[in-house]
């Protein structure tokens, strides 16, 4: 009886007919380690991105458990109603009496202003950058309007001050003469605000070219990703230019163009050099475009150099931790509109 190594021959093969093990080719290995340092490199990616996002969110977390801890002693001992007090404020001495009743005001009403003008002019710039505007004037117009986000917000304010406001003061005085019958173009209970041009309309349009370059960006990258696949259906249905925009781009663009107003709000609210040098006293709360006013900003880079004390820094930090909630209130409401829009 012939062993099985006998069968096969002193050969160290063996019978080339039987199945032997399988052979790995150099290609093949070097495809399984690609794929391992693929899938290694996704882990890593992934890891960084999570690790990122919670970093941001325990960042804010901070910022509101400063303003928070900074704040509360201050209201506490706060003899005014914080929210509807209207007074001068009163940050020395035993007492502490303040509120942010005009410091809302201000903030909102200049911020509204400049998202009214500058959310038509940046949808129209985009609309024209993205379809109508031949290629050799995208690239420059592009530049132009991007070259606004660059410019420092203090050189904002002493244009806005010194050119602007009075190039204004003729308009605000026809608009007092002539339209006084509405509530914004009352006469002015401080009429320096008139010769100067330093009133909340003058702020708010300055902010509103602050603002202009951030809208338009981010709705220009919004539009020109639409579909192809729309636009060639619209036009394939007989549609002209401006119905496909309507159909094909602004809808697919609205979730974007809000948020691109949302981020221009952001830094609307926020603003406080630019309309330091414009707006910096206290006025009253009537919807009057030519009064002037305090901002949650401008109000505390007037009063910054007098912290002197725990209390007194403290009631100005309940004036930032209220623009703070201001903002992320906003921001949420904003989210949620695009969220739905998606839906």
Same mark, same amino acid.
């Given at each position: 009886?012939?062993?099985?190594?006998?069968?096969?021959?002193?050969?160290?093969?063996?019978?080339?007919?039987?199945?032997?093990?399988?052979?790995?080719?150099?290609?093949?290995?070097?495809?399984?380690?690609?794929?391992?340092?693929?899938?290694?490199?996704?882990?890593?990616?992934?890891?960084?991105?999570?690790?990122?996002?919670?970093?941001?969110?325990?960042?804010?977390?901070?910022?509101?458990?400063?303003?928070?801890?900074?704040?509360?002693?201050?209201?506490?001992?706060?003899?005014?109603?914080?929210?509807?007090?209207?007074?001068?404020?009163?940050?020395?001495?035993?007492?502490?009496?303040?509120?942010?009743?005009?410091?809302?005001?201000?903030?909102?009403?200049?911020?509204?202003?400049?998202?009214?003008?500058?959310?038509?002019?940046?949808?129209?710039?985009?609309?024209?950058?993205?379809?109508?505007?031949?290629?050799?004037?995208?690239?420059?117009?592009?530049?132009?309007?991007?070259?606004?986000?660059?410019?420092?917000?203090?050189?904002?304010?002493?244009?806005?001050?010194?050119?602007?406001?009075?190039?204004?003061?003729?308009?605000?005085?026809?608009?007092?003469?002539?339209?006084?019958?509405?509530?914004?173009?009352?006469?002015?209970?401080?009429?320096?605000? /008139?010769?100067?041009?330093?009133?909340?309309?003058?702020?708010?349009?300055?902010?509103?070219? /602050?603002?202009?370059?951030?809208?338009?960006?981010?709705?220009?990258?919004?539009?020109?990703?639409?579909?192809?696949?729309?636009?060639?259906?619209?036009?394939?249905?007989?549609?002209?230019?401006?119905?496909?925009?309507?159909?094909?781009?602004?809808?697919?663009?609205?979730?974007?163009?809000?948020?691109?107003? /949302?981020?221009?709000?952001?830094?609307?609210?926020?603003?406080?050099?630019?309309?330091?040098?414009?707006?910096?006293?206290?006025?009253?709360?009537?919807?009057?475009?030519?009064?002037?006013?305090?901002?949650?900003?401008?109000?505390?880079?007037?009063?910054?150099?007098?912290?002197?004390?725990?209390?007194?820094?403290?009631?100005?930090?309940?004036?930032?931790?209220?623009?703070?909630?201001?903002?992320?209130?906003?921001?949420?409401?904003?989210?949620?509109?695009?969220?739905?829009?998606?839906?």
């Amino acid at each position: 009886m012939t062993s099985l190594s006998e069968q096969q021959g002193d050969s160290p093969q063996g019978d080339p007919t039987l199945p032997g093990p399988p052979s790995t080719s150099e290609g093949d290995t070097e495809g399984l380690r690609s794929g391992t340092s693929s899938r290694l490199g996704d882990q890593i990616f992934r890891s960084l991105s999570v690790g990122s996002g919670f970093l941001v969110s325990i960042i804010i977390g901070l910022i509101a458990l400063f303003l928070l801890a900074q704040a509360v002693p201050s209201l506490i001992d706060n003899s005014a109603n914080f929210f509807t007090y209207q007074g001068e404020w009163i940050t020395t001495g035993t007492e502490l009496r303040f509120g942010i009743p005009q410091l809302f005001y201000a903030t909102v009403i200049v911020a509204v202003i400049a998202l009214l003008l500058a959310m038509p002019i940046a949808l129209g710039i985009s609309i024209f950058l993205t379809e109508y505007a031949p290629k050799r004037l995208v690239g420059p117009i592009t530049y132009t309007v991007d070259l606004l986000a660059a410019v420092p917000s203090i050189v904002y304010g002493l244009w806005g001050i010194l050119v602007l406001g009075p190039a204004l003061v003729p308009l605000n005085n026809w608009l007092v003469g002539n339209l006084s019958f509405l509530p914004f173009f009352q006469q002015p209970t401080q009429v320096a605000n /008139m010769s100067t041009g330093g009133t909340l309309l003058t702020g708010g349009i300055v902010l509103a070219v /602050m603002i202009l370059p951030i809208i338009t960006a981010v709705t220009r990258e919004v539009f020109v990703q639409t579909p192809k696949g729309h636009r060639e259906a619209a036009l394939a249905l007989g549609a002209t230019k401006w119905e496909v925009v309507r159909v094909a781009v602004l809808p697919f663009g609205f979730s974007g163009y809000i948020s691109g107003s /949302m981020l221009g709000l952001g830094r609307a609210l926020g603003e406080t050099m630019a309309l330091l040098l414009i707006i910096s006293t206290a006025g009253p709360i009537d919807f009057n475009l030519m009064e002037s006013g305090e901002t949650f900003a401008t109000k505390i880079a007037n009063n910054a150099a007098e912290f002197d004390s725990p209390a007194k820094t403290g009631a100005y930090i309940s004036a930032g931790l209220t623009l703070f909630v201001l903002t992320f209130v906003v921001n949420a409401a904003a989210r949620a509109v695009v969220t739905g829009k998606k839906k």
